[in-house]
């Protein structure tokens, strides 16, 4: 079967490749951090979080409400009200 054009005239595969490829941007944005400036795991269970969660250390609400990051799995046991 022949991979059928959504609404947007892509194919999923075409999708696929988009978000792969803005995943990529989006991480190296965060290339430059040096985890010596960034608290770098998990407040809750202590794993080694991606670049992208890491909460710098010197931020105002860092020290004040000493905020860590999360990771996902830590996250997802959180509810939020939005």
Known sequence: MAEQIGPDGKTDAQR???WA???ARFD???ASRKADD???RC???GVFV???RWVKKDTHNAIQHQ???LCGPCFDEYDFIY
Do not use: L
């Open 21 to 23: 490829a803005e995943e």
């Open 28 to 30: 190296a944005s965060f």
């Open 50 to 52: 991606k670049k992208s």
């Open 16 to 18: 696929h490749a988009e």
């Open 38 to 40: 960034y608290h770098t």
């Open 43 to 45: 407040r809750d269970c």
């Open 67 to 69: 905020q860590r990051p």
